[in-house]
């Protein structure tokens, strides 16, 4: 009788064909993951400029304007698209008495496009939201935005 040897020639290609898909999925999940982080980074920082643009507005339609043009433009600088950008702005701090602490909350969410990412057939978006609350001067003159000053004297 003639003793065969045992031998472990392919036993690595084996191991690779194992490990390897494995190994790419979670090179996969740390690209995205790495996006959305970033992502959520930027959103914070456009739900933050947001809110000091509005709560630096005299009225509240100059404050909604701001706040979208201010996330919009920290977005942009950040080189985040969104596909779908909303802020919505709280603005019930423009009708507290001028002397009285008040404030305003923009809220900024962002549809993050993850398309270009992930293989086919996997969700392609993630949402990811934002809100930022910055005070209004208490001595600040305020209006309600429809041309009227109350300072003014206007009626």
Known sequence: MIARRHTDRGSAAI??????PWLLIL?????VGGRIQVAGGAIEEAAH?????????RTKAEASQAAYAAASATLSQEGLHCARLTVTPNLAGFDVPLGQPATVSVSVTCVVDLRDLVADGLPGSKIINATFVSALDSFRTRSLGFGMNPSAGGA
């Not at 400029?49 to 507005?57: F, K, L, N, P, V």
């Open 27 to 31: 090179i996969g999940a740390a690209i």
């Open 15 to 20: 191991e690779t064909a194992i490990i390897a």
């Open 49 to 57: 400029d947001a809110a000091r643009a509005a709560s630096i507005s």
